[in-house]
């Protein structure tokens, strides 16, 4: 048997690319069905005119978590309520993939590098807010640019740090630097302080667009808006 828990854990590791958050999060998810062993996942965006690409790539990341649950066979995702729903859902369920979607398009973008794009923004934000709390507890910048990855306690944040590293490739030992670039480089002493305020200014378009994108979800369809995290 097939438990809507065990869906919605396995939906929850699916982001908004730009967002850098679980769709189950975002309330993106609007309705889960089982019967047998099919899923049908019901997805919403905040606006009508969110970016197709992006939407794609939801789509598609939603249809791979629920065919990830053991005992599911077969998994249909519908995108609603989006200009471009009807393309989106048949190129994800009909496995046409986003050129078979919108084959008007000469030159189709380029998701993995989309994704990879979105991706390296997300760790330098991550990387950003791990320091911001080790800067709050008294370390200074200097101190920071020497650190290892070994001498870290473990923590939430630590370890969605290393989620992201990993997810580029990155190197993820504990003797691997603290702060690299988001091609692995360690960053010199020298330039930590700077790297860390354009590293801010990423973090902060991130959780700005992400508080956005709630309160135009809340307002579309009626959802009380949850209490934000303050730092």
């Known amino acids: 048997m097939i438990y809507h828990n065990e869906v919605l854990d396995a939906l929850s590791?699916?982001?908004?690319?730009?967002?850098?958050?679980?769709?189950t999060d975002l309330d993106f998810v609007s309705a889960l069905e089982i019967d047998g062993d099919s899923v049908l996942v019901r997805l919403r965006l905040p606006t009508y005119f969110c970016a197709p690409n992006f939407a794609y790539l939801m789509v598609a990341d939603a249809q791979?978590?629920?065919?990830?649950?053991?005992?599911?066979?077969?998994?249909?995702?519908?995108?609603?309520?989006h200009y471009a729903s009807e393309?989106?859902?048949?190129?994800?369920?009909?496995?046409?993939g986003f050129d078979g979607a919108f084959p008007e398009k000469t030159?189709?973008?380029?998701?993995?590098?989309?994704?990879?794009?979105?991706?390296?923004?997300?760790?330098?934000?991550?990387?950003?807010?791990?320091c911001r709390t080790?800067?709050?507890?008294?370390?200074?910048?200097?101190e920071l640019a020497n650190m290892r990855l070994e001498d870290l306690p473990p923590s939430e944040?630590?370890?969605?740090?290393?989620?992201?590293?990993?997810?580029?490739?990155?190197?993820?030992?504990a003797e691997a630097p603290l702060i690299v670039d988001p091609d692995g480089n360690r960053v010199p002493e020298e330039a930590v302080v700077q790297h860390l305020r354009f590293a801010k200014t990423?973090?902060?378009?991130?959780?700005g667009n992400a508080s956005l994108c709630r309160g135009l979800l809340s307002t579309?369809?009626?959802?009380?808006e949850r209490e934000e995290k303050t730092a």
């Open 157 to 173: 944040e630590f370890e969605t740090y290393l989620a992201r590293r990993a997810e580029l490739g990155l190197d993820v030992s």
């Open 13 to 23: 590791g699916v982001r908004d690319p730009e967002l850098d958050e679980p769709i």
């Open 87 to 96: 393309e989106i859902n048949g190129g994800v369920n009909e496995r046409r």
């Open 64 to 81: 791979a978590a629920a065919l990830s649950v053991p005992g599911v066979e077969r998994a249909t995702i519908f995108l609603d309520d």
């Open 134 to 142: 080790l800067r709050a507890e008294g370390r200074p910048a200097e």
């Open 202 to 207: 990423v973090r902060v378009s991130i959780e």
């Open 107 to 130: 030159a189709g973008p380029d998701l993995e590098g989309l994704r990879t794009t979105f991706r390296r923004k997300s760790f330098v934000s991550r990387q950003e807010q791990l």
């Open 220 to 224: 579309r369809y009626g959802i009380p």
